[in-house]
């Protein structure tokens, strides 16, 4: 019924959060009509009228039982429900060999690769603005880090957010089911460039992506096309590849 | 006001005290129903600010970098368009001051001020001249607040949340002694809110009246005493994290400044530690409100007294362990994570506990829907909107998607707005006729809740929608993002709302000012209501009562009690048989 609200969902682990979404939504639904009908229905039933007579009651233990049990339960059974996504999500690492190193600063996304020799901090990496490119039905690791403020990278339709802490390393990963352009915006306010502070992620199918890779991550690749949208603030391009 | 102290002046001299001059009666007084209307007026002036901050940041949601109306004047050199650090800087002191220096004055300061004293049957606060400098301290701190505005660099931009490092180093955000001043207002207004909760904490385990037993304190009162203590250990954690965050700023310090050892996660840490009881603290007097009203207007006992009492003291514990929950995705420990969701959702239960009582107390009754009944109604229904929404993020995998999107706006705002700002006006028009001696106009009130309460609705439901798409808050331009485009027609239909709802405030003010000076004197007990301070004059005069204060015999909800002929019990009529034998 949400659907239509939520954007199209195309990681791996994004069908759980939307399953729990929309589980969330169907109990808090019913629960919202229960108590708005509830209590439209005693403010029509009970409103003032010549003759009538408030009933002089202090409670009743029984329904305060029934009503601390009884939603103590549903949350209880919402936390289960919770943690086999959370821990797959955030506490566990696929085994994967596709790593790329995202640097946070304001106002842009500087993507590495490791290069050819599968190393970062070596004289083959590569780095990109704004813009990451990985194959679909693989395991990505990112290894997310920032060089000024607070960051969050965020990826609507892979469900995928997490902040960028300066000081710190933090590991995420996502599985990208279908290929295509997505659009990665920064979710923490990080300055005033925060609005606009956007990159792309390509997923490409195996093929492409082997192809854009011999093209632009050996040696003497040049500049990938210019196939990204202008982000805002960006200061300089210097053609994409640094270093 | 004026005429309302003048009839208070007659009762003191009765009393038998000497009067005090124009300045300690009006200005520096240690009278807790001045000190009272002093945070209420601060608190509204305030408001009409906050909301106009709310205003510019959605004029400029639907129609972005267009010339904001009024604004030309002030934003001389871009012609009335918001550039990012002001926009920045209006979101920011939106919040700050809303929170801050309007729902805290108003229901703490003033209604905590107010009815603590009235309702236990004390004369007045224990400590009177503290409570005159918290008043003074506050107010200080939303002066030196406000002279942010005029400081070169703008106004603090980080969000009320400030975290560190943006709001750590000047140069990230471009603002200087703008957040160096958002610091020393808060820190100050720490200090005050320390004096005053201290002062609720005393008063009302030292003060109560003959007969007042805890467990015959209306539920306002057991409120704003788990909010006193909620302000007590809360705010010095706030007053310690912002003089930190200055000393980071000022002194070289690198609490927060990974460069220099430090760590921004800290500053979360102690942020929200504060931060999440603060929301309590912002919503549990309106709790309490809503639980005092409700009862009045129903005609009847309010449903389990005694879970209400227990269900608040149950929040007040959780609320200390909870707070973890706005870090799911910061990159603290995704195990902590796991243990925040445990009481998170754990806290849930005390609140569905008051819902189902609330819901309990209208179960059988005779609801007379007057202006303050109505306000305290849409307490109710919004606050189980903001519950419900909650729930949500409390599930940490849905947290990782809506985390830093409207969602969250909408959830706070069903929570302040729908939960404390309308247990506010709903405490306004309760206690007006007490506090000023005068009723306010009934179909102004009308004018005011209905239009409000749909605006209200208008404003902030489509933000979950929007949310639920994704956009994140804090965002200066939507239009800029692709995925977020096909629903801009929503941010032109909230702010539209939204300045209609600005609108419905306009009746609230006419009606304030005009019963102020010209409404309707107000009887003893207009509301026929039991608790003690409808048995003090309208407006109670200093010291609160004549030569006795009430003595009290029951609880304070004994509505249509078989017990009296009339439909209402008032907590200090001596029970039948002992009339008179303990009066004196």
């Avoid at chain 1, 300055?191 to 040696?219: C, Q």
């Avoid at chain 2, 954690?237 to 000393?247: C, E, I, K, N």
């Avoid at chain 2, 921004?264 to 102690?270: D, G, K, R, T, V």
Wanted: hydrophobic share 50%.
């Amino acid at each position: 019924m949400l659907d239509w609200w939520l954007p199209e969902n195309v990681s791996t682990y994004g069908r759980e959060i939307d399953w729990l979404f929309h589980l969330i939504y169907y109990i808090t639904g019913v629960t919202f009509i229960l108590v708005f009908v509830t209590m439209l229905a005693f403010l029509v039933m009970y409103r003032d009228r010549p003759g009538r007579k408030a009933r002089y009651t202090h409670g009743n233990t029984t329904l305060e039982i029934v009503w601390t049990v009884v939603p103590a339960l549903i949350l209880v059974i919402l936390t289960l429900l919770s943690v086999p996504a959370w821990s797959k999500i955030k506490m566990t690492m696929p085994d994967t060999d596709f790593v790329v190193q995202v640097t946070a600063k304001q106002f842009n996304w500087q993507v590495t690769y490791p290069g050819p020799d599968g190393k970062f901090g070596t004289e083959d990496d590569k780095t990109l603005l704004d813009e990451m490119h990985v194959p679909v039905n693989k395991v990505v690791r990112v290894i997310l880090k920032s060089q000024d403020v607070i960051h969050s990278f965020f990826v609507p339709q892979f469900r995928m957010k997490q902040d960028a802490v300066p000081g710190r390393e933090i590991r995420q990963w996502f599985e990208v089911t279908k290929p295509g352009k997505y659009e990665w915006p920064c979710a923490e306010l990080c300055g005033f460039g925060h609005s606009g502070m956007r990159g792309w992620i390509y997923v490409h199918t195996p093929d492409e992506y082997g192809k854009w890779a011999a093209e632009n991550l050996t040696t003497a690749a040049a500049a990938p096309a210019a196939a990204n949208a202008k982000p805002e603030e960006t200061p300089t391009k210097e053609g994409k590849a640094k270093k | 006001m004026s005429a309302s102290s003048a009839t208070a002046h007659a009762h003191v001299e009765h009393a038998g005290h000497h009067e005090l001059g124009f300045v300690r009666t009006y200005i520096f007084s240690t009278d807790h129903k001045m000190i009272a209307r002093q945070f209420l007026f601060m608190g509204l002036f305030m408001m009409v600010l906050g909301g106009l901050l709310a205003l510019i940041v959605r004029w400029q949601l639907a129609w972005p970098e267009t010339a904001v109306p009024g604004l030309g004047s002030i934003l001389k050199e871009t012609g009335g368009i918001l550039e990012p650090s002001t926009y920045n800087m209006a979101f920011t002191m939106h919040a700050t001051i809303m929170i801050f220096f309007v729902i805290m004055p108003i229901l703490a300061g003033a209604f905590g001020n107010f009815c603590i004293p009235l309702m236990i049957g004390a004369r007045d606060m224990a400590f009177p001249f503290l409570n005159m400098l918290s008043f003074w301290v506050t107010f200080s701190a939303g002066l030196i607040m406000l002279s942010g505005f005029f400081v070169e660099g703008g106004h603090a931009a980080a969000g009320w949340t400030s975290y560190a490092p943006l709001s750590a180093v000047p140069s990230y955000t471009g603002v200087n002694w703008g957040q160096n001043i958002w610091c020393i207002s808060l820190f100050t207004m720490g200090v005050g809110s320390m004096m005053g909760s201290i002062n609720y904490i005393t008063t009302i385990i030292n003060m109560r009246a003959p007969g007042m037993r805890l467990f015959r304190m209306p539920l306002v009162v057991w409120s704003l005493f788990i909010t006193a203590i909620l302000l007590l250990l809360a705010l010095p954690v706030l007053t310690s994290g912002v003089a930190m965050l200055l000393f980071d700023r000022t002194l070289g310090t690198s609490w927060f400044k990974p460069a220099g050892g430090g760590e921004p996660l800290l500053w979360q840490h102690l942020f929200w530690y504060f931060g999440h009881p603060e929301v309590y603290i912002l919503i549990l007097p309106a709790m309490g409100i809503a639980s005092e009203i409700l009862p009045v207007f129903c005609r009847k006992p309010i449903f389990g007294y005694h879970a209400m009492a227990f269900s608040m003291i149950g929040i007040a514990f959780l609320s200390w362990i909870v707070y973890g929950h706005h870090m799911f995705v910061s990159g603290m420990s995704p195990a902590l994570g796991m243990a925040f969701t445990v009481t998170t959702m754990i806290i849930a239960v005390p609140s569905a506990i008051k819902t189902f009582n609330w819901l309990g107390t209208l179960w059988g009754a005779r609801i007379q829907f007057t202006v303050p009944m109505l306000n305290a109604l849409a307490f109710v229904s919004m606050f189980v909107i903001g519950g419900l929404s909650g729930i949500f993020m409390a599930s940490t995998p849905v947290d990782i998607y809506i985390q830093d999107t409207y969602f969250i706006v909408a959830h706070i705002h069903y929570v302040v707005f729908g939960g404390s700002i309308f247990g506010a006006f709903a405490a306004i028009y309760y206690w007006f006729p007490k506090m000023f001696g005068r009723m306010t106009n009934t179909a102004l009130g009308h004018l005011h809740f209905w239009p409000t309460f749909v605006f209200f609705n208008l404003t902030f439901f489509p933000m979950h929608i929007i949310g639920v798409g994704g956009q994140m808050r804090r965002i200066y331009n939507p239009t800029q993002y692709e995925f977020l485009q096909h629903q801009q027609h929503w941010n032109v239909f909230i702010t539209y709302s939204a300045l209609l709802l600005g609108v419905s405030q306009i009746p609230f003010v006419i009606n304030f000012f005009w019963s102020l000076f010209a409404g309707k004197p107000a009887p003893l007990n207009p509301w026929n209501a039991n608790t003690l301070e409808w048995t003090a004059p309208s407006p109670p005069p200093h010291l609160n009562w004549g030569p006795t204060v009430p003595t009290v015999y029951r609880g304070p909800y004994e509505y249509s009690s078989p017990e009296s002929r009339e439909d209402f019990l008032p907590q200090s009529t001596p029970p039948v048989g002992a009339a008179g034998a303990r009066r004196h």
